[in-house]
């Protein structure tokens, strides 16, 4: 094997580690692009900008390739893949930071596949800062857009039955609004803010356990 292939498996095992580590921590959160999506993103980048430079030195001098042209199709391409990770869960819209996380292995694997190694390895690192370290810093900051959307059965005292249960998860009502209906149910919106480490599913759960109170889930 001649120096050239080693140079090739050295960064298509370079790309692999590099997605692989960012991938591993979208793995553990168990969001829809995980271990092995982004370790195949970011080889399949290396791999494209190696051959982007093996056409350039193939063709020049007879033609002019452009070897950032094939690069530049990934970074365009990649948004197709995730767009599929980006769900609309009511009132929030989940899976930005892993399309996010793709777009960026993506990045690293062009880096790699054009021999960039140091902005390549750190960028990875500070990838991985970023989804680890800063998603701790989140838990411990409220949140200030969560709005839930409730059926409340048709009765007196029904939000007040609400409004005590997040008093008693130290939840902050910002605003209600009740939409009233004729029929069984009230349409009920309340705008909150969570406390540190609270979750917003945990509170969709007790929610669901209130007598005649019905979480609407907004596809």
Not at 150 to 165: E, R, S, W
Request: hydrophobic share 45%.
């Amino acid at each position: 094997m001649n120096s050239i292939d080693w140079e090739v498996l050295l960064r298509l095992i370079l790309g692999m580690f590099s997605g692989g580590i960012i991938g591993l921590e979208r793995e553990s959160s168990n969001r829809p692009a995980g271990f092995r999506t982004h370790t195949l993103v970011c080889m399949g980048s290396v791999l494209v900008m190696l051959t982007s430079s093996y056409l350039f030195s193939a063709y020049f001098p007879d033609t002019k390739p452009d070897p950032a042209r094939l690069g530049a199709q990934v970074i365009s391409g990649i948004g197709f893949l995730g767009a599929g990770t980006i769900l609309k869960d009511g009132s929030r819209v989940r899976g930005l930071t892993t399309a996010a996380s793709l777009w960026v292995v993506a990045c690293i694997g062009l880096a790699i596949g054009a021999g960039f190694y140091s902005g390549a390895i750190i960028a990875t690192v500070c990838s991985y800062i970023t989804l680890v370290l800063l998603r701790r810093l989140e838990r411990i900051m409220p949140s200030k857009n969560n709005e839930f959307h409730v059926d409340i059965l048709n009765k007196p005292g029904q939000i007040a039955n609400v409004t005590h249960l997040f008093k008693e998860l130290h939840i902050r009502v910002r605003d209600i609004h009740v939409v009233q209906g004729e029929g069984e149910y009230t349409q009920a919106f309340f705008k909150v803010i969570l406390p540190p480490g609270l979750d917003r599913y945990a509170v969709e759960g007790e929610l669901n356990r209130l007598p005649g109170v019905k979480v609407v889930y907004e596809e």
